[in-house]
Each structure stands twice: as structure tokens, then as C-alpha cells.
């Protein structure tokens, strides 16, 4: 039997609860045992005093695994540090569905952001809650997860809120 294709499942995470019920959604339902969970994290766009930090506005973070999320001196480069519920879900889905746990940090405008990363790392698929933001106010800040299923080259899927 063929060896399974390596599989890329990107969730948007900014830790809101309704990220994180997207990201509870991906690995209930999509992401199976070897496959790679990329959490993609869209900071606002600063001005950074570090070297690094200036380097990645542009290309994003590299890909930093699972071990180095829980590691403050770690994150603390990067700007912020996940909270704890996330990893938690995170870890917990590691251990028991064995995959692998990445994450990619973007600064800027979070719609284009998220198509840049599906083509950039590449992911097969994205995950993404939704707000459920009025009409009159979708209307006036736009919609991420719609600007992401119309202009996105993999499937999209939205996690609606309740």
C-alpha cells in the first residue's frame, strides 16, 4: 500500500473563543493520525524594534513547533505568548491523535494574510471561525473568513459561532 501524502491542515487561531471552537471543529473532523496542524496566527502590523521581528513582517515567522509554544523565552521573540487553554487543546490532540503541531506567525492585515499563508507554507485546507458580525458591521470592517473563501486556493472551511 502507498505511503498517505503528507497532509497541511491550517486553522486561524487569534485565541477568541470562537478560534478556538475552529480549532476544536479541524481536529474532531479533519486532521487524522501523521497529518500536520499549522496554527496561523495574524498579529497587527508594529513597529518592532528587534531585527527579527522586522525580517518576518514580511515572510512570516518560521514554522515553530509544538515544544517551543509552551516555552516563554521562546514566544517572548515572537511578540506574544498562546494561552494556555489553546495549548492545552493542542497538546491533548498531539498526544492522542498523533500529529504534528506547528505554528506560523503573520503581522498585517489578517484577510490577506491568510491567503499569503495558504500558498506560502503550503496548506491543503483552512479552518476558520466566524464572528458572526451584523450585516452593518460586516458591511463597514469586511469579512475575514469571506474575503478568505473568495480569494483562498485550497478549501475554506467556516466554523460559524453560535
Known amino acids: 500500500m502507498p505511503e498517505a501524502e503528507e497532509r497541511r491542515v491550517g486553522v486561524a487561531v487569534d ?3 470562537c478560534s478556538k471552537k ?8 479533519i486532521v487524522r493520525k501523521e497529518d500536520n496542524l499549522i496554527l496561523v496566527v495574524i498579529r497587527p502590523e508594529g ?4 531585527g527579527e521581528m522586522q525580517l518576518w513582517e514580511t515572510t512570516g515567522s ?9 516555552e516563554p523565552n521562546v514566544m517572548k521573540k515572537y511578540g506574544f505568548v498562546p ?5 492545552d487543546i493542542v497538546n491533548t490532540a498531539a498526544r492522542q491523535k498523533e500529529i504534528f503541531v506547528l505554528m506560523k506567525i503573520y503581522w ?3 484577510r490577506e494574510k491568510l491567503c499569503e ?3 506560502d507554507i503550503p496548506l491543503d485546507c483552512i479552518v476558520l471561525g466566524n464572528r458572526g458580525l451584523g450585516k452593518i458591521k460586516r ?3 469586511g469579512s475575514v473568513s469571506n474575503y478568505v473563501v473568495n480569494n483562498a486556493s485550497c478549501p475554506v472551511t467556516v466554523v460559524k459561532h453560535d
Do not use: K
Open 117 to 119: 499563508a495558504v500558498d
Open 139 to 141: 458591511a463597514i470592517m
Open 47 to 50: 513597529h518592532y524594534e528587534e
Open 108 to 110: 498585517g492585515d489578517a
Open 62 to 70: 518560521p514554522l515553530i513547533p509544538l515544544a517551543e509554544l509552551s
Open 15 to 17: 485565541f477568541s473563543p
Open 83 to 87: 494561552d494556555a487553554e489553546t495549548l
Open 22 to 29: 475552529a480549532l476544536n471543529w479541524a481536529i474532531e473532523n
